[in-house]
């Protein structure tokens, strides 16, 4: 199982490229998100930081498609639960934190890019209110950052190598919600066919998968995916 930003959004939370996504809405928004940019700029951590305050997934809320995916693992029918999402929704609705393989980080911890230090983001920004607009590591005076993976940055390799186990190994590999545009999160859905898994692949718009996918589904995904859950939880009898 594999979920993008598209399962979040009827959550609240928009996504980056889609017709309303923050890109196309804010062109410069990408900066943000960016770790040269925000390496570089003190600027655009401050800014970095306001969107991170501002972000709707502090009290977002799972929507049926989260749910159902719960309803999937306590049936014992979803083994690993790989998200292209920061916003922790799916533990949020109740799947088991050991399942849910994060690619891209959380956005609710930070951590310091020299010496590796960890604390919260609700630390950060209450240092941010007492009058640091660019709060640095009370240990070394180093940079800190969310735990999220910024574009230009390299994914965890355990993650992604439990991930690419999790493929390999799937008798059925569903993707929700996401582009498949973004390596090498992508890629686990051609590693899984090629693995003989049937691919099913939910989103709204097309992906480069398309046409290698068993079943390509367009609905809605608060109504979709609890409907192909009841049908996986029918098929297995």
Not at 88 to 112: I, W, Y
């Amino acid at each position: 199982m594999l979920t993008g930003a598209g399962i979040s959004t009827e959550s609240g939370i928009p996504d980056y490229r889609g017709p309303q996504g923050l890109w196309r809405r804010d062109p410069d928004h990408e900066k943000l998100v960016t770790i040269d940019y925000y390496l570089t700029d003190p600027d655009i951590r401050r800014r970095s930081w306001e969107y991170r305050r501002s972000s709707p997934a502090w009290t977002a809320l799972p929507n049926p498609a989260h749910r159902a995916l719960v309803e999937l693992e306590q049936a014992g029918l979803l083994d690993r639960l790989i998200t292209q999402n920061v916003d922790g929704l799916h533990q949020k609705a109740g799947n088991a934190a050991e399942r849910v393989l994060e690619l891209h980080g959380n956005m609710f911890g930070v951590v310091c890019v020299d010496c590796g230090a960890r604390s919260t983001l609700r630390e950060a920004l209450d240092r941010i209110d007492a009058g640091e607009p660019d709060p640095a590591c009370a240990a070394c005076g180093g940079v800190l950052k969310t735990t999220t993976v910024m574009f230009g940055e390299m994914l965890d390799q355990d993650t992604i190598a439990a991930a690419v186990r999790a493929a390999e190994q799937a008798a059925t590999f569903v993707t929700i919600g996401t582009s498949l545009q973004v390596q090498p999160a992508a890629s686990l859905a051609a590693v899984a066919a090629r693995s003989g898994a049937r691919l099913v692949i939910v989103n709204a718009e097309p992906t480069p998968y398309d046409e290698v996918a068993d079943e390509v589904v367009r609905e809605p995904i608060g109504a979709a995916v609890p409907a192909l859950v009841a049908r996986l939880l029918k098929d297995r009898g």
